[in-house]
């Protein structure tokens, strides 16, 4: 299986900008379509970005299109989220997530379709 760890989260003012990244260890991260998520306080986890195996597509929510943008090196096993833009209702811990399976089963935005995740990383925007 594979271990994912987020990395690049922190405090920021509202207009600047953040890089994630996701390091995978254990398999080739071009075995997986990936995923970032995020979960607020007090709130459910909703999909962020995604991004099949060798990015030929990629998947954002409404609220972060034209903002983030989600990218993958796979010879570096690291998939990232360029966050720009941020607003303090992007304030949330982010996770990214690993699918391992049919790419006609593969549903971006669905998270119970991921069998791995990170711990996540916190991203505070302050106003």
């Known amino acids: 299986q594979v271990q994912l760890v987020e990395s690049g989260g922190g405090l920021v003012q509202a207009g600047g900008s953040l890089r994630l990244s996701c390091a995978a260890s254990?398999?080739?991260?071009?075995?997986?379509?990936m995923g970032w998520f995020r979960q607020a306080p007090g709130k459910e986890r909703e999909f962020v970005a995604a991004i099949r195996w060798y990015g030929s597509r990629t998947y954002y929510a409404d609220s972060v299109k034209g903002r983030f943008t989600i990218s993958r090196d796979n010879a570096k096993n690291t998939v990232y989220l360029q966050m720009n833009s941020l607003k303090p209702e992007d304030t949330a811990v982010y996770y990214c997530?690993?699918?391992?399976?049919?790419?006609?089963?593969?549903?971006?935005?669905?998270?119970?379709?991921?069998?791995?995740w990170g711990q996540g990383t916190q991203v505070t925007v302050s106003s």
């Open positions: 997530a690993a699918y391992y399976g049919s790419s006609n089963d593969y549903t971006p935005q669905t998270g119970s379709g991921y069998a791995y």
């Open positions: 254990g398999r080739t991260l071009s075995n997986y379509a």
